[in-house]
């Protein structure tokens, strides 16, 4: 069957459509190590047309993508596939994209929920809510916006993580920790009951408090941390729900950092991949900031077993109770870490008994870091310091090291 035609059947079940840019996609591993789940992000928006669905091939095999629109404005801005690569290995991807139809199904590998608390109906359970939003935004002033939300925020995961984020002025990232590899909290709501928990599923595994949790990104006021407030108003909403990636973004308006002499606005995008068990961070803002010094970090576990390469990498392993009911809680124990460009590092805090904190810098108006876990829960992952601080070097190395893309239209 001709190529194009077979596209173009592909596409949409037999309705013809005509394909109005196909890019041809060369992926390479540079590494000596096999890299999967590798994301191939191809910029849409620069092409000044509305495409409406598209089909990735790597030879006659079609392979899922996902089409996003970023900034939310109804047109797509950007295609995402992920690459299975051997050592060193090179592939060639087909991207065909059209300005009809709507984008095919492919089976979801993420997740991500915001709900509104059913308090008043007493036929569900408390795992059970089902008023889903997709975008919350409350004043700077309102009482208690940690309790608007089912788990107190948008949660999100892929096969081997799920994350909350605190709709406060926290804004810290607590964890669910899974036995096995699966989507997991539309099942539990991030609030495993006795049954599931006889099943296998997972649960909350990390207390955070007022601490970093898992890499919140916080002011910082010449001493310590401080949290994201005042603001003006505060928006958390989800961008894409997948289905090989999600995209959740907080946005904060109108923020005074410590010492500062006008508001801010920031924006704080999560993106997380399938088959990944790390998250990616974006922080934006809405003019430069490079005079400013703000921090991140991670929680300093109860006895937790400190990792450092002095150059952007800090991890911890620790055990402790996730909850103050240790009668119905057990202890957990879990693996964090989070990795910094150096540029952005103005200087490593000695830990407390809080946190691990980074005072960072921003050069203009953007930075990126990634945060990562592992719950000792896991069948798949990682159960002693050693064993997981050696992975944290690796997947640094990859870190610094990503698969090169390169098109042609």
Same mark, same amino acid.
């Given at each position: ?34 890299? /999967? ?11 000044? &047309?509305?495409?409406?669905? !598209? ?5 006659? @095999? ?19 596939? =992920? ?31 915001? =709900? ?5 109906? *007493? ?18 002033? $309102? ?5 608007? &939300? ?63 949790? =898992?890499? !919140? ?16 108003? %505060? ?25 500062? /002499? !006008? ?5 704080? %995008?999560?993106? &997380?991949? $399938? ?14 900031? /490079? ?6 970090? =991670?929680?300093?576990?109860?006895? +937790? *077993?400190?990792?450092?390469?002095? *150059? ?18 057990? %202890?957990?124990?879990?693996?964090? $870490? ?8 103005? +200087?490593? &805090?000695?830990?407390? @008994? ?10 203009? /108006? ?27 070097? $690796?997947? *640094? ?13």
């Amino acid at each position: 069957m001709n190529r194009t035609i077979f596209l173009i059947l592909l596409a949409c079940g037999a309705v013809p459509l005509m394909a109005q840019k196909v890019i041809k996609v060369s992926v390479s591993n540079p590494s000596s190590e096999v890299r /999967s789940d590798q994301p191939v992000i191809i910029q849409l928006n620069r092409f000044g &047309q509305d495409f409406r669905s !598209a089909v990735v091939t790597v030879g006659d @095999k079609e392979i899922p993508c996902q089409l996003d629109d970023i900034d939310q404005d109804d047109t797509y801005d950007e295609l995402c596939f =992920l690459a299975d690569l051997g050592k060193k290995e090179q592939k060639h991807y087909r991207v065909t994209l059209f300005n009809e139809g709507t984008p095919r199904n492919y089976p979801a590998r993420v997740y991500a929920e915001m =709900l509104l608390r059913n308090q008043q109906d *007493k036929k569900l359970k408390k795992n059970q809510h089902n008023t889903f939003i997709e975008s919350i935004t409350a004043r700077g002033d $309102a009482a208690a916006t940690y309790y608007i &939300q089912h788990h107190h925020g948008v949660a999100f995961e892929s096969e081997l993580n799920g994350i909350r984020i605190y709709f406060d002025g926290r804004q810290t990232l607590d964890l669910y920790g899974k036995y096995q590899k699966r989507l997991e909290l539309k099942e539990t709501q991030f609030y495993t009951d006795a049954e599931q928990k006889q099943q296998g599923y997972g649960d909350d595994v990390l207390w955070v408090g007022q601490t970093f949790g =898992l890499g !919140a990104f916080r002011g910082w006021d010449g001493q310590q941390p401080t949290n994201i407030e005042p603001v003006r108003s %505060r928006t958390q909403r989800i961008i894409s729900y997948g289905p090989l990636r999600t995209i959740v973004e907080v946005v904060d308006r109108g923020w005074h950092p410590a010492g500062s /002499s !006008a508001p801010i606005n920031m924006t704080l %995008r999560y993106t &997380q991949y $399938a088959g990944h068990r790390d998250t990616d961070v974006d922080v934006l803002f809405n003019k430069d900031v /490079s005079g400013y010094r703000f921090s991140t970090g =991670l929680i300093n576990v109860k006895d +937790s *077993k400190e990792f450092s390469d002095h *150059k952007g990498l800090r991890a911890c392993w620790g055990t402790d109770y996730p909850a103050s009911d240790t009668l119905n809680w057990k %202890r957990e124990t879990v693996g964090l $870490a989070i990795c910094i460009p150096q540029k952005n590092i103005a +200087s490593e &805090q000695p830990a407390n @008994k809080d946190n691990y904190a980074y005072v960072v810098k921003v050069a203009g /108006s953007s930075m990126h870091y990634k945060v990562n876990y592992t719950s000792a829960n896991e069948t798949f992952g990682y159960h002693s310091a050693d064993e997981w601080f050696n992975y944290l070097k $690796a997947w *640094k190395r990859e870190v610094e090291q990503p698969i090169i893309v390169k098109q042609e239209e």
